[in-house]
């Protein structure tokens, strides 16, 4: 399949906005790939690029490179929050995400996630800047909350059926890295498919306010979180960093740090 690219010479601003491209159930090969490039881009609440496969095709990946800042999220906005997005819904594995920028915030109850919805193995999600936050949360108009979160996962919480696909894995780069106001860095498994691991590189992992970075599963294994080339490490206030797992075996934490506080 093609590669859609939208390259802008200054930013993208969807506000609100809609990306969103899927392989059908009798597609095979790959699914159409995405790619993003400005000096900023912005996804306000309302908003979601999407991208997936409904049958034996991978879903193609999303490809996000700005110099500047991409924020997904905003704040003043009662809508629902933003969303960029990987799924598959059938034997195919889901596509990628990949976002390079040099600040890279998730507020207002925004997802940045990958996630499978059945038998396929779900997208993996890697960020590289020097700065990324993580923080806030969003009530919509019906009144379901959503806690800001970067993930991947196979299925969803409060799903009927959960299906039987490998999560993917969330790897994150970068020197500064803030989770804050109750906001998640989340790899979990809420069928019988395994979650995948959770891995951050940053000199500063600062986590705040009830914030948790977590591998969970539910049938399967749950995934290891390794935390390397840390100078300084926070947890305040109630946030915590955990692995767990209901049937199968939980998985390890990796701390590589110079300071710990709590």
Request: hydrophobic share 40%.
């Given at each position: 399949?093609?590669?859609?690219?939208?390259?802008?010479?200054?930013?993208?601003?969807?506000?609100?906005?809609?990306?969103?491209?899927?392989?059908?159930?009798?597609?095979?090969?790959?699914?159409?790939?995405?790619?993003?490039?400005?000096?900023?881009?912005?996804?306000?609440?309302?908003?979601?690029?999407?991208?997936?496969?409904?049958?034996?095709?991978?879903?193609?990946?999303?490809?996000?490179?700005?110099?500047?800042?991409?924020?997904?999220?905003?704040?003043?906005?009662?809508?629902?929050?933003?969303?960029?997005?990987?799924?598959?819904?059938?034997?195919?594995?889901?596509?990628?995400?990949?976002?390079?920028?040099?600040?890279?915030?998730?507020?207002?109850?925004?997802?940045?996630?990958?996630?499978?919805?059945?038998?396929?193995?779900?997208?993996?999600?890697?960020?590289?800047?020097?700065?990324?936050?993580?923080?806030?949360?969003?009530?919509?108009?019906?009144?379901?909350?959503?806690?800001s979160g970067i993930s991947a996962s196979s299925g969803l919480s409060n799903l009927p059926f959960q299906p039987t696909g490998k999560g993917g894995n969330v790897n994150i780069n970068a020197s500064a890295l803030r989770v804050d106001e109750g906001a998640q860095i989340a790899v979990d498994s809420f069928g019988t498919g395994n979650s995948g691991?959770?891995?951050?590189?940053?000199?500063?992992?600062?986590?705040?306010?009830?914030?948790?970075?977590?591998?969970?599963?539910?049938?399967?294994?749950?995934?290891?979180?390794?935390?390397?080339?840390?100078?300084?490490?926070?947890?305040?206030?109630?946030?915590?960093?955990?692995?767990?797992?209901?049937?199968?075996?939980?998985?390890?934490?990796?701390?590589?740090?110079?300071?710990?506080?709590?």
């Amino acid at each position: 399949a093609g590669i859609v690219s939208v390259i802008a010479q200054r930013d993208i601003d969807l506000s609100p906005g809609v990306i969103s491209f899927t392989a059908q159930p009798s597609t095979t090969g790959e699914g159409a790939a995405l790619n993003l490039a400005a000096n900023n881009l912005t996804v306000t609440s309302g908003s979601f690029i999407s991208g997936g496969t409904l049958g034996l095709a991978s879903g193609g990946n999303i490809d996000i490179d700005v110099r500047d800042t991409v924020v997904l999220g905003s704040a003043t906005s009662s809508a629902f929050p933003a969303i960029i997005t990987t799924s598959t819904q059938g034997a195919g594995q889901g596509g990628d995400i990949r976002v390079a920028a040099r600040r890279v915030d998730v507020i207002a109850g925004a997802q940045l996630q990958s996630v499978t919805f059945a038998e396929g193995r779900g997208g993996n999600l890697r960020i590289d800047a020097q700065q990324v936050n993580v923080s806030g949360a969003a009530i919509t108009p019906i009144g379901t909350q959503f806690l800001s979160g970067i993930s991947a996962s196979s299925g969803l919480s409060n799903l009927p059926f959960q299906p039987t696909g490998k999560g993917g894995n969330v790897n994150i780069n970068a020197s500064a890295l803030r989770v804050d106001e109750g906001a998640q860095i989340a790899v979990d498994s809420f069928g019988t498919g395994n979650s995948g691991n959770l891995s951050i590189r940053s000199e500063s992992v600062h986590l705040d306010q009830g914030s948790q970075l977590s591998t969970a599963a539910a049938f399967g294994d749950g995934g290891n979180i390794t935390i390397d080339d840390a100078h300084t490490l926070l947890l305040r206030r109630g946030s915590l960093i955990s692995t767990r797992a209901g049937v199968g075996d939980g998985g390890n934490i990796i701390i590589d740090a110079d300071f710990v506080v709590t």
